[in-house]
């Protein structure tokens, strides 16, 4: 029996209704927006009646819309894996990704994963968006995010990556010279912005039933909203602070900064590698194995 439906067109309602944009499910699909509404007006022509409803913010679909979304999702998802098997099997894997990231992560951990993976994969290319603003994977097209905390969204899935704890760090001849971690109330900090001038850090060491915290009541007279911006502003002498441990670890190798007790730590969250379907482009897969691959062996 012949498909009153043509598949492509099936296939992108599919992407129109999971992204809840035009545009989005045209990046996704690396077609135009014109070509995703051409076919979505072809289907419900097709079909005779109305899948979606458009305003301009985004695309919904109607009742006989998600009836049909729940009856081809899963087959469209299905024939889009085994497809990417047997291209897989047949072809190199090209296209491009398009990967989002805090700009400190970018700057001082990825880039380097990336260049080797570009070489290694000469035909997939990157489009690389490093921001510290939130990012809306499904609206914006991005194939992949890192993102530092916890990820609350119920359609996503989050893969950890690497441990994201804080730690204090100071310039080398700040002369921060303390024999008891409460000490360093003594000290001015640099802080980071929308916690007020005074503040308090909450630290904790050991392991296990092993573990004891303390509160420490800081004061500074700088606050910024970026932990590169606070590096930066350490190693110019102008404070302690409290950072991520890359930071840390990029002020040590260069001498800019030093760390002072390294066994409290601010526990946080990791960073994970963030994706909205299952059912990813084999050249996606392919780049968050590799840097799953990379961290593990750091």
């Not at 079909?47 to 919904?60: I, M, P, Q, Y």
């Not at 603003?133 to 993102?147: I, K, P, S």
């Not at 001038?197 to 573990?211: A, I, K, Y």
């Not at 960073?271 to 897969?285: A, G, I, M, N």
């Amino acid at each position: 029996m012949e498909l009153k439906a043509d598949k492509d067109n099936i296939a992108t309602f599919v992407e129109v209704i999971r992204r809840r944009s035009l545009a989005a499910a045209g990046r996704h699909l690396e077609v135009p927006k014109s070509t995703v509404s051409r076919r979505l007006a072809r289907l419900e022509e097709q079909l005779g009646t109305k899948l979606v409803h458009r305003d301009a913010r985004r695309v919904t679909a109607t009742s006989e819309g998600s009836r049909f979304y729940e009856s081809v999702v899963d087959a469209v998802d299905s024939l889009n894996t085994a497809v990417a098997t047997i291209e897989l099997n047949t072809t190199e894997p090209r296209g491009t990704i398009r990967v989002t990231a805090p700009g400190d992560l970018g700057r001082l951990l990825l880039i380097p994963h990336f260049v080797a993976f570009l070489e290694r994969y000469p035909d997939i290319s990157l489009d690389l968006v490093f921001t510290n603003r939130f990012v809306d994977l499904v609206q914006e097209g991005v194939d992949l995010a890192l993102r530092a905390g916890r990820v609350t969204e119920p359609n996503l899935i989050a893969r950890n990556l690497f441990p994201s704890d804080f730690r204090l760090a100071a310039h080398p001849e700040a002369n921060v010279e303390c024999t008891d971690i409460a000490e360093l109330e003594r000290y001015p900090f640099v802080l980071y912005r929308g916690r007020g001038r005074t503040q308090v850090l909450r630290l904790e060491r050991g392991s296990g039933g092993h573990r004891e915290s303390v509160e420490l009541t800081v004061n500074g007279r700088v606050a910024v909203d970026d932990y590169g911006a606070m590096a930066e502003l350490v190693a110019a002498g102008q404070g302690v602070g409290l950072m991520p441990e890359i930071h840390i670890a990029e002020g040590t190798r260069t001498g800019r900064l030093l760390p002072i007790f390294p066994e409290w730590s601010l526990p946080a969250p990791p960073v994970h590698l963030v994706y909205s379907t299952r059912q990813l482009p084999e050249r996606v897969r392919l780049l968050i194995d590799y840097l799953s691959q990379a961290f593990t062996t750091v």
